[in-house]
């Protein structure tokens, strides 16, 4: 069954007007991004602010960006979080969790392959490029709570992951619960009289 999700008065402006207009959705860009996960208790997780001049500026997400020419999303992984949190790691260390493709209406989609990985011991994230302004190492749990307050805006992609690590408790447990996801089937939200259709 799909949960609904609400959507914001210009992004139901943007499903309408694609609507009427008959136009093909465009195709997605592939990308990828990384959940980073500090191995203590309770577990925490590495969220970054897109500077407002950013696509979805404003908004908290995971480390990531496109798969250049050449790459695999894995390699892309990896390179996005050494440019923009200064932190190395293994394309083989990263854990497949989940695959999500734009809605059909919205002019600049991506086809996202998320990732887990625990901190490598001795690493300091730290925002190193013009694309974030503000970082955080929370909970998903306060994350959660900050978004449901209106202090954090998130994206449904961000707020679900975030919910099934909840879910798993710790980093042990959303290793293990990975193991078990059909992780390369995409999450592809449907626009339903106002709000995004997501099958989970």
């Given amino acids: 069954m799909a949960e609904l999700w609400p959507l914001p008065a210009p992004m139901v402006d943007r499903m309408r007007r694609f609507a009427d207009s008959g136009e093909t959705p465009a195709v997605p860009r592939v990308a990828a991004t990384v959940v980073m996960i ?97 970082t955080a190492w929370v909970t998903p749990e306060e994350a959660l709570a900050r978004h449901a307050s209106g202090e954090w805006a998130m994206l449904p992609p961000t707020l ?15 290793l293990a619960a990975a193991a078990t996801r059909e992780a390369s089937t995409p999450i592809i939200p449907r626009a339903v009289d106002g709000s995004l259709a997501i099958e989970i």
């Fill in 38 to 134: 500090k191995p203590i208790r309770p577990m925490r997780v590495y969220v970054m602010r897109r500077a407002s001049a950013m696509v979805f500026g404003g908004v908290w997400a995971f480390p990531g960006g496109s798969v250049e020419p050449g790459e695999t999303p894995p390699e892309a992984a990896a390179r996005e979080v050494a440019e923009e949190a200064g932190v190395l790691l293994d394309p083989a260390a990263l854990t497949p969790w989940s695959r999500w493709i734009t809605p059909e209406f919205e002019p600049r989609r991506f086809d996202t392959y998320f990732y887990l990985v625990a901190l490598p011991p001795g690493a300091d994230p730290r925002a190193l490029t013009s694309e974030s302004d503000d």
């Fill in 160 to 174: 679900v992951t975030l919910r099934q690590l909840a879910a798993a408790g710790d980093l042990e447990g959303a």
